[in-house]
């Protein structure tokens, strides 16, 4: 989403700078928000399991309403469900870890960080030509695809076992 937020911004609602920049930093501020208030809590009362699916699901209809919104205001809710969605990634962490033995946790946490960095060089570039490719005929196809992808997920994490369920 960060790499195609300001072109979005500027394609469908037509922001200038300064509105992409406050949008920015309203998702940076209800992330860690999220983060501090959220992640743990949630975690906690319902496990590591749930709060992943919390997460994907906050993503995912975010993503989807980003491929349907039409106004300005209709930007708010979507940041909140989209920095909501960072919830799963700490979830996520936390379930790998704890299927791990003590002495592999160095090895899971490089994984972790490799596959971070690669999908950090990946994602952008495949998102950008998905986007290019298809904005001509509407611009929020590179929304429905990414929260399609999280129904990818779906299957693994129905057949993951251990605790966090």
């Given at each position: 989403p960060g790499?195609?937020?300001?072109?979005?911004?500027?394609?469908?609602?037509?922001?200038?700078?300064?509105?992409?920049?406050?949008?920015?930093?309203?998702?940076?501020?209800?992330?860690?928000?999220?983060?501090?208030?959220?992640?743990?809590?949630?975690?906690?009362?319902?496990?590591?399991?749930?709060?992943?699916?919390?997460?994907?699901?906050?993503?995912?209809?975010?993503?989807?309403?980003?491929?349907?919104?039409?106004?300005?205001?209709?930007?708010?809710?979507?940041?909140?469900?989209l920095a909501t969605g960072g919830v799963g990634m700490t979830a996520l962490q936390a379930m790998l870890s704890r299927s791990m033995p003590e002495d592999r946790q160095g090895a899971l946490q490089g994984i972790l960080t490799s596959l971070g960095n690669l999908s950090s060089v990946i994602g952008p570039?495949?998102?950008?030509?998905i986007y290019a490719a298809t904005a001509r005929a509407w611009n929020g196809w590179v929304w429905i695809i990414a929260a399609a992808l999280y129904?990818?997920?779906?299957?693994?994490l129905v057949r993951a076992n251990g605790e966090g369920r």
């Open positions: 790499s195609l937020w300001v072109i979005y911004g500027e394609d469908r609602f037509h922001w200038s700078a300064a509105a992409v920049g406050l949008s920015l930093a309203a998702f940076g501020a209800m992330h860690a928000l999220a983060q501090a208030f959220v992640t743990g809590p949630l975690a906690e009362r319902f496990g590591e399991r749930r709060a992943l699916l919390v997460g994907m699901a906050a993503d995912g209809t975010g993503f989807l309403l980003l491929a349907f919104a039409t106004r300005n205001w209709m930007m708010a809710p979507i940041l909140v469900l570039l495949a998102f950008t030509a129904l990818t997920c779906l299957p693994a």
